[in-house]
């Protein structure tokens, strides 16, 4: 919900402005987005998409759809030019704003609040203010200013903040595709796993509608399309998993989760974020003609030389960019590790056993003979110490640790417990002195909840990573009071700290980096505990974190 339901941190409208929905020109959507960000309850968010997929019209559904399947229009205005606009139209100078907007914690709700009463209400449903914002594309700045404000100007705040992030396309509410493939399921009683085939797939909102795409089926609609990807639950003691004999066991690589799929004289890529990647990664096309139509294999896109893994790193040089040059890809150059076989011969076999699945998959990949198809090797063990002995060399091969696949199991849909595990190594960590904070956004609005660390360097803290996970609620609001006690400086929203307490911080991998102080970035890292028993001064240096880059570097050019 928005702040003035939370805590009446802004109180600029009257409160029936916000809940007055009855000439609501975004009215189920506006309602819809409400109930969502108003409760953290799987159950209930279902219930709420189940209820707008019952009542939108079918324009609308289709549009929510794509909402939440990340297939939105692209951002047609900036958010500078918003804030500019929404600032002069509220008649508040450039601070005051920034002031409401740290407060707030939220731009478009910013805006929102900031806005003057609207003049009069225009009823519109949710596919013609899609629309809308599809046509600003078109149009040149002033046109743009003048059609937004006319926009706002009809709008309850509350359409305003929905409206708004529409435009920005940031609005995040806990949503993910498989709860949105659930209501669908349950509304028009297909099986959830057919729905989520579905959804997948480089539709778009223009191009289909929402019996098309849902209610009626069409195999060459399906030609792209990648089946929904099965996921693994993490596990700490394997041996709980009993007979290790029943187990596959590989290496759980770090890099892009992806299909491969070959049919009818096509490929195509797709990762598990449901993007098709396709051009980004030319080099695989070869196995157009090398792998037999009707082939779909599961596997780990990674950034490879002389038989060996590289950095994550790498491959981010090849996403985002529109041009490929040679020389990215000489850089950067890339095979798939095969894992797995989701389609042999035009059929779909993931109801076979992992073990059947597994020896389909050699044989295709031994049969293509490709530099860029690699089949991820099993790891031989007969017992669970033997297994311990493997991990505890993941970072040598610059894995993240080890998958259990149990051989009798069929690949399923989602995070299902049971038959995947992922035993991952523990991060790689170190002590950092907390030394700048930042409040966050949403529920952590109010609080400084956004952190940045430092080690020491010749007497001096230098910053190396900015972290906000991995504290509960206590300890955020704890370390919220100490940081309000001990500002030292303000510099917008940041508040420099005084140093004096220690967090052990971890992540997954470290490079070096021109961008930062330290001269070093990290890979995913996050707060693993508050350490009370240790002083500022026994944090570590900067020569301890380079020597576990060192190491990193050292595993790469083995």
């Not at 995947?420 to 960590?429: G, R, T, V």
């Not at 971890?506 to 890292?525: T, W, Y």
């Amino acid at each position: 919900m928005f702040s003035i339901f939370r805590n009446n941190k802004i109180a600029i409208h009257p409160v029936s402005i916000w809940i007055n929905l009855e000439l609501s020109i975004l009215k189920q959507f506006a309602a819809l987005f409400a109930s969502l960000d108003q409760t953290n309850k799987t159950i209930e968010k279902v219930g709420y998409l189940k209820e707008y997929f019952r009542e939108a019209s079918d324009q609308d559904k289709l549009w929510v759809l794509a909402l939440f399947s990340h297939k939105g229009p692209r951002r047609q205005v900036n958010a500078t030019l918003l804030r500019r606009w929404s600032a002069e139209a509220a008649n508040v100078p450039d601070w005051l704003f920034e002031e409401s907007y740290h407060v707030v914690g939220d731009l478009a709700e910013t805006m929102a609040l900031l806005l003057p009463l609207p003049e009069y209400s225009q009823q519109e449903d949710l596919s013609y203010w899609m629309a809308f914002i599809m046509s600003l594309g078109a149009l040149g700045e002033s046109e743009k200013k003048e059609a937004i404000l006319s926009a706002w100007n009809t709008m309850t705040p509350q359409e305003r903040f929905v409206f708004t992030k529409l435009m920005t396309g940031s609005f995040r509410i806990g949503v993910s595709q498989s709860l949105v493939t659930r209501a669908v399921a349950e509304v028009t009683k297909i099986d959830k796993a057919i729905v989520a085939h579905r959804l997948m797939g480089n539709w778009q909102q223009g191009d289909t509608s929402f019996r098309k795409l849902i209610l009626e089926e069409n195999d060459e609609d399906n030609l792209s399309r990648p089946y929904p990807f099965f996921l693994a639950h993490p596990v700490d003691k394997p041996e709980d998993l009993g007979q290790p004999a029943a187990w596959l066991a590989e290496w759980k690589w770090d890099g892009i989760r992806s299909q491969l799929i070959v049919r009818k004289g096509k490929l195509y890529l797709w990762s598990r974020g449901e993007d098709l990647i396709t051009d980004k990664f030319p080099e695989f096309q070869q196995l157009l003609q090398q792998l037999p139509d009707g082939t779909v294999i599961d596997g780990e896109i990674l950034p490879y030389k002389n038989e060996k893994p590289l950095s994550f790193a790498l491959l981010q040089t090849r996403i985002g960019r529109k041009n490929l040059t040679k020389k990215i890809l000489n850089d950067a150059p890339v095979i798939i590790k095969a894992y797995d076989m989701l389609e042999f011969g035009g059929a779909d076999i993931r109801e076979t056993s992992q073990g059947e699945r597994r020896h389909l998959l050699e044989q295709t990949v031994a049969s293509a003979n490709s530099p860029v198809l690699i089949v991820s090797p099993k790891i031989t063990f007969a017992t669970w110490d033997e297994l311990h002995k493997e991990r505890a060399t993941s970072r040598e091969k610059l894995a993240e640790g080890i998958m259990l696949k149990r051989l009798d199991a069929t690949y399923q849909v989602g995070r299902k417990r049971g038959d995947w595990w992922k035993w991952k190594i523990d991060a790689l960590s170190i002590d950092g002195v907390l030394i700048y904070a930042q409040k966050g956004h949403g529920r952590r609005a109010d609080i400084y909840s956004d952190y940045t660390f430092a080690v020491w360097h010749e007497g001096l803290l230098v910053p190396f990573a900015k972290a906000y996970s991995g504290l509960t609620d206590q300890e955020m609001n704890k370390v919220d009071a100490f940081v309000k006690r001990n500002t030292k400086e303000k510099f917008g929203p940041v508040r420099t700290v005084k140093p004096s307490l220690v967090f052990e911080i971890g992540f997954e991998g470290i490079q070096e980096s021109n961008r930062h102080k330290s001269g070093v970035a990290l890979r995913f890292p996050r707060i693993l505990r508050w350490r009370l028993d240790k002083k500022v001064e026994e944090a570590n240096t900067l020569d301890e974190l380079k020597e576990l880059l060192q190491i990193y570097q050292n595993a790469e050019k083995a």
